[in-house]
């Protein structure tokens, strides 16, 4: 039988086990940023009151994080992205990264947003199926291209 799961926003008390579950997310999925950036620039994230971090605990133990952040659009007013989404790999499949997304878009809702989007990356798709997991979380694809470059 599945564990019940619980989702719970990271606190100064616990962000030690939300950067090691995304310091084990960076370096399965190969993403560069080292980890002492990794902490810091979570720290910032939960510090302002436009991001949210979530831990999801099965049994007692953290099993997976998640990580929103916001920002204002003249086409939707307040926007959410879902940034991170990791679950320990023997702990998959069992709906905790799905309670993970349900409380990030619930965090969403109440933080004002009008919508919420996710990036999803050719090896992150590959890999995982990510395309399909966000359409059952009622996500679209967009048709449009994201570009990058650094300042
Ligand atoms: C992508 C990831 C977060 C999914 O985590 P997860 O906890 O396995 O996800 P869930 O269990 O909620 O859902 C995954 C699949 O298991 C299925 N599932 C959920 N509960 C299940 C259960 N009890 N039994 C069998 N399957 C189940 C879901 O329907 C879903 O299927 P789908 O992909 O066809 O939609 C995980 O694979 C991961 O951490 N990957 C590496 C990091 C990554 O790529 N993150 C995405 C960044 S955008």
């Known amino acids: 039988m599945d ?9 100064r008390e616990t962000m030690g086990h939300a950067v090691a579950l995304l310091e084990r ?21 939960v510090d302002d009151e436009t991001c949210w971090a979530g831990l999801a605990d099965a049994g007692g133990d953290f099993v997976g994080v998640v990580t929103v952040t916001t920002m204002l659009y003249v086409e939707w007013g307040r926007l959410g992205e879902i940034g991170d989404l990791y679950v320990l790999p023997a702990h998959r499949r069992r709906g905790v990264a799905h309670a993970l997304s349900q409380a990030a ?12 989007s996710v990036v999803i990356t050719p090896d992150g798709e590959q890999r995982h199926n990510l395309a399909r997991f966000y359409a059952g979380l009622g996500f679209e694809r ?3 291209t994201i570009m990058t470059r650094r300042i």
């Open 3 to 11: 564990q019940e799961v619980r989702v719970s926003p990271v606190t």
């Open 25 to 45: 997310f960076f370096s399965e999925e190969g993403f560069a940023t080292p980890p002492p950036l990794i902490a810091a620039n979570l720290q910032a994230m």
């Open 105 to 116: 878009l619930a965090w969403c809702r109440a933080r004002g947003c009008s919508a919420a």
């Open 142 to 144: 967009t048709g449009r």
